[in-house]
Structures are given as structure tokens and as C-alpha cells.
């Protein structure tokens, strides 16, 4: 079975650029999740969806972020514009309605921006 | 704002070696996964404990919760270049599904 898929895997952009991440979750589950990844702040978790339905965006870190889940099988993250402070590697995870809650983390995409 | 506190967050060892590295909280949380990261990979889940007091154990690694639910450890015997990687704790906030990530420890086996 395919596993959680994003893309880009890198991404590296100029300071002021849109930069749109892409997800898609393993098919069947309900909830898909964005956390973005430094080293300072280890991992945070920015926005979460349930049955497409965005649910907390308290993690969202301002305006120039926002985030879609058009349907069950494809969500995006976008940055703009974007700022150098921005870079880190941004991990989408999804999970099915279970009581083991285990979150199935993609390969990451890293985002430099310069 | 609930915190997980872990250490060490560096560790470096010899293969062969045992260690334990730690997982802190000033509250109580429901239940606490652990994960393992590689390097360009997203974290994969290890174990989930839930009572407090519980053990288990994955071949070499165990995983002990604490009893009152504040703090958790991880013990690998006998390390593996294998076991290289960061390993993160992360708190449920229950069935909200959210989770809050310790910094992690990241942990170096050296052959």
C-alpha cells in the first residue's frame, strides 16, 4: 500500500514567492494533519482536517499560511509570501478513526527560502 | 501550554551499548506515543503506552510509562548502527487526535 505522499520533496524559493506544498493522504482515513519541523521548535503541528472539515488552525503561524482539502485524497499547504524564517521541512501525516490514533507521517518536503 | 521535556537531546554511543533516554512532563497526559525518525524521513510510530506503570517491550527496545503518567523512558540493550535516528515522544490531547511533540533525542550509534 502506498503510504502518505507529498511533493515536492524539495523545494527552494526566493524570499516574497508563493509556495504551495502538496499532500495526499493514505486512502480511507479521516484525518489529515500538517506540522512543520526545526530544529529550534522540533516539530509543531499547524492545522488538522477531519472528513475535509478543517478543525484547528490554531498552529497556523500567521495570514501568509493557509491551507485546502478539496477532497479525501489531496490537501495543500501555502506560504504567501514567503519569508526565510518559513524554512524548514513541512510533513503532512494522516490516520483512520481508531483508538491507537497512530498519524502516518510522509517523507517530508524541506523548503529553503532564501 | 502542556511541554514535553526530553533527554538527553544529544546521545552518541559505541555499538554494544545500552542507554535510556527520557520523556518529562509537568502534567498528566492519557497516553504517549513514541516515535523514531530517520534522517529524510517522516517519524514512524514505535509504541503507544497508556496505563500508568505499563511496560512494553519491541525486541531490543522497552518502553516504560510512568506511574503517574508524567514521564516515560526508552531503553535500547546492546545498540545497533540500525537504531540511529531522532527519537520523539508525543502526548495525545485524546480523541482530538491532536499530538504535541517532545524536541526529541537524537541518537547516534557509532560501528
Known amino acids: 500500500d502506498a503510504g502518505v505522499i507529498q511533493s515536492p520533496r524539495h523545494e527552494v524559493t526566493e524570499m516574497g514567492q508563493e509556495v504551495t506544498l502538496r499532500c495526499k493522504p493514505i486512502s480511507g482515513h479521516d484525518y489529515l494533519f500538517w506540522y512543520r519541523q526545526t530544529m529550534m521548535r522540533g516539530l509543531e503541528l499547524l492545522i488538522y482536517?477531519?472528513?475535509?472539515?478543517?478543525?484547528?488552525d490554531s498552529g497556523m503561524p500567521e495570514d501568509r499560511f493557509s491551507a485546502k482539502m478539496p477532497n479525501a485524497s489531496f490537501s495543500t499547504l501555502k506560504i504567501q509570501p514567503s519569508e526565510p524564517r518559513d524554512s524548514a521541512v513541512y510533513f503532512c501525516?494522516?490516520?483512520?478513526?481508531?483508538?491507537?490514533?497512530?498519524?502516518?507521517f510522509g517523507p517530508g518536503t524541506r523548503l529553503l527560502v532564501l | 501550554t502542556q511541554l514535553l521535556e526530553q533527554s538527553p537531546q544529544f546521545l552518541s554511543i559505541q555499538e554494544g551499548e545500552n542507554l535510556t533516554v527520557y520523556c518529562n512532563s509537568s502534567?498528566?497526559?492519557?497516553?504517549l506515543q513514541w516515535y523514531r525518525q530517520e534522517p529524510g524521513e517522516g517519524p514512524v510510530l514505535l509504541v503507544t503506552?497508556?496505563?500508568?506503570?505499563e511496560v512494553k517491550k519491541l525486541k531490543r527496545l522497552t518502553f516504560q510509562f510512568g506511574d503517574a503518567r508524567k514521564d516515560s523512558s526508552l531503553h535500547i540493550t546492546a545498540a545497533q548502527p540500525g537504531d540511529t535516528g531522532l527519537y520523539l515522544c508525543a502526548r495525545s490531547g485524546g480523541s482530538n487526535y491532536k499530538l504535541t511533540f517532545g524536541k526529541g533525542t537524537l541518537l547516534t550509534v557509532n560501528p
Open positions: 501525516a494522516s490516520t483512520m478513526l481508531a483508538p491507537s490514533g497512530t498519524q502516518y
Open positions: 502534567s498528566v497526559f492519557s497516553s
Open positions: 482536517f477531519n472528513n475535509n472539515v478543517p478543525i484547528d
Open positions: 503506552v497508556v496505563t500508568g506503570g
